[in-house]
């Protein structure tokens, strides 16, 4: 495992690098969090996420709108997600682009952590930061 510290706009951030999913139980809370995944990657892994609370949404870009938003958020209220619930978004970067959305607006902003499948959304939506929903199907940079 490799841990990485970084700063960004004043605020202390901790990166890890080649870590089994097993440790993020070490670092967060089941009982505090969220997975949020596609349909795809839910199915070749759902023996690992049977134990945490799990949101799962349709895969593709065409879902990248605020619809899809609202219905994760319609779901983390449904599980009692609170201030002090924290995101977890697991997949490439439709997935980390829309739970990071989401994790901006759910009263007024919670936490939440990317884990991201891809070299795209490592580079783009994770370390980049660049995250959002896609307006009227129309991608916008």
Request: aromatic letters at 10%; glycine letters at 6%; a neutral charge.
């Amino acid at each position: 495992m490799q841990q990485e510290h970084f700063t960004f706009s004043s605020k202390n951030y901790t990166g890890y690098f080649n870590v089994d999913f097993s440790y993020v139980e070490k670092l967060v809370s089941k009982d505090q969090s969220v997975i949020i995944t596609d349909k795809n990657l839910a199915a070749h892994y759902s023996h690992k996420f049977l134990t945490w609370r799990t949101i799962i949404i349709e895969p593709g870009e065409k879902n990248k709108q605020q619809a899809t938003a609202d219905h994760i958020i319609r779901e983390l209220i449904k599980l009692k997600a609170d201030r002090d619930t924290m995101i977890i978004a697991i997949d490439g970067g439709v997935i980390t682009d829309i739970a990071a959305y989401v994790a901006s607006v759910y009263m007024r902003g919670i936490k939440f952590a990317l884990v991201p499948t891809t070299i795209l959304a490592m580079v783009d939506a994770c370390i980049g930061g660049k995250n959002g929903i896609d307006v009227a199907f129309i991608k916008i940079l």
